[in-house]
């Protein structure tokens, strides 16, 4: 019984003292081994690692990617002198974890805020030699790519290894969007005023040509009508001319009868005349015709 005793002591202590050496590493992180506080040994790979027990230790590090994203919008001026609001992240992960423990002591928060103030440096000095309208669309993506290739080279002496830079929103200040926007308005009322000026203007002058076209046409068609009416009495007289010709008689008692028509068109038309006057010849020569007759 002592010896079974034993045994089942030496069994515990055993499993114990495995317990207290291994430890695992998973593919989702690092791990550090301390002995008396320096660095050992750093485990990269994930499996299953012995360590001295009661004399190492072990500190775990993500080795995901993270992100770093600022609460508010920070403020930088253009070459313009011009503030702008810029809205930003980082992407980010650790590729050495003993430089990443050397530097930050494995404060994350501590790492955020190194390459937090990298990266506003980076966007100051790239923002200060651009104006307001490169900044927010010509050379956007020019900028995030010299502040990610800036920010890796200065983090990779704490270890970390920066993916990417956005800027994911660049915006001028209330006060500056204000101001901005009431001297578009303006512009865009100035501009509009010209163009009614202008239309005004080419309305007046198209109407102006219609008018003075349509006074040619008019008068051209007045003339027109003027010859074609000439040539009409010069031929109405020529023919008038050849039947008075041919029976002079006749034409004088046909214009008489246009004489009389014309005269007595009215029941109520009433004419004082001479009973010799040569008005009436051809009125006298009818009774005088009736009279021998009867």
Same mark, same amino acid.
């Given at each position: 019984?002592?010896?079974?005793?034993?045994?089942?002591?030496?069994?515990?202590?055993?499993?114990?003292?495995?317990?207290?050496?291994?430890?695992?590493?998973?593919?989702?992180?690092?791990?550090?081994?301390?002995?008396?506080?320096?660095?050992?040994?750093?485990?990269?790979?994930?499996?299953?690692?012995?360590?001295?027990?009661?004399?190492?230790?072990?500190?775990?590090?993500?080795?995901?990617?993270?992100?770093?994203?600022?609460?508010?919008?920070?403020?930088?001026?253009?070459?313009?002198?011009?503030?702008?609001?810029?809205?930003?992240?980082?992407?980010?992960?650790?590729?050495?974890?003993?430089?990443?423990?050397?530097?930050?002591?494995?404060?994350?928060?501590?790492?955020?805020?190194?390459?937090?103030?990298?990266?506003?440096?980076?966007?100051?000095?790239?923002?200060?030699?651009?104006?307001?309208?490169?900044?927010?669309?010509?050379?956007?993506?020019?900028?995030?790519?010299?502040?990610?290739?800036?920010?890796?080279?200065?983090?990779? &002496?704490?270890?970390?290894?920066?993916?990417?830079?956005?800027?994911?929103?660049?915006?001028?200040? &209330?006060?500056?969007?204000?101001?901005?926007?009431?001297?578009?308005?303006?512009?865009?009322?100035?501009?509009?005023?010209?163009?009614?000026?202008?239309?005004?203007?080419?309305?007046?002058?198209?109407?102006?040509?219609?008018?003075?076209?349509?006074?040619?046409?008019?008068?051209?068609?007045?003339?027109?009508?003027?010859?074609?009416?000439?040539?009409?009495?010069?031929?109405?007289?020529?023919?008038?001319?050849?039947?008075?010709?041919?029976?002079?008689?006749?034409?004088?008692?046909?214009?008489?009868?246009?004489?009389?028509?014309?005269?007595?068109?009215?029941?109520?038309?009433?004419?004082?005349?001479?009973?010799?006057?040569?008005?009436?010849?051809?009125?006298?020569?009818?009774?005088?015709?009736?009279?021998?007759?009867?």
């Amino acid at each position: 019984m002592r010896n079974l005793g034993t045994v089942l002591v030496g069994l515990i202590a055993a499993l114990l003292l495995l317990s207290l050496s291994a430890f695992s590493v998973d593919q989702r992180e690092y791990a550090l081994v301390f002995r008396l506080g320096e660095i050992v040994s750093v485990k990269k790979e994930p499996g299953l690692y012995f360590k001295v027990p009661l004399v190492d230790n072990v500190r775990y590090f993500d080795r995901r990617i993270l992100t770093l994203n600022w609460v508010e919008p920070d403020r930088f001026l253009t070459s313009e002198k011009m503030n702008v609001l810029v809205d930003s992240f980082i992407k980010w992960r650790i590729v050495d974890p003993a430089k990443y423990y050397v530097s930050v002591k494995g404060d994350e928060l501590q790492a955020e805020r190194r390459l937090s103030q990298t990266v506003n440096d980076g966007l100051r000095a790239e923002f200060g030699k651009r104006t307001t309208h490169e900044v927010v669309s010509g050379e956007r993506s020019q900028i995030m790519d010299i502040l990610r290739e800036r920010a890796d080279r200065d983090s990779r &002496q704490m270890g970390i290894q920066v993916l990417d830079v956005r800027l994911r929103r660049v915006d001028l200040p &209330q006060e500056v969007s204000e101001s901005v926007y009431q001297r578009m308005e303006a512009e865009r009322k100035r501009v509009a005023n010209e163009r009614r000026s202008l239309g005004a203007s080419e309305a007046e002058k198209i109407r102006a040509d219609a008018d003075k076209q349509r006074e040619v046409i008019i008068a051209e068609a007045f003339s027109a009508a003027q010859k074609i009416k000439g040539e009409g009495d010069a031929k109405a007289a020529e023919i008038y001319s050849q039947a008075y010709g041919k029976s002079p008689e006749f034409y004088a008692f046909y214009r008489s009868l246009d004489a009389y028509r014309n005269s007595f068109k009215s029941k109520s038309d009433v004419m004082v005349l001479d009973p010799n006057s040569d008005f009436l010849k051809y009125m006298r020569s009818s009774g005088r015709a009736n009279n021998t007759g009867n």
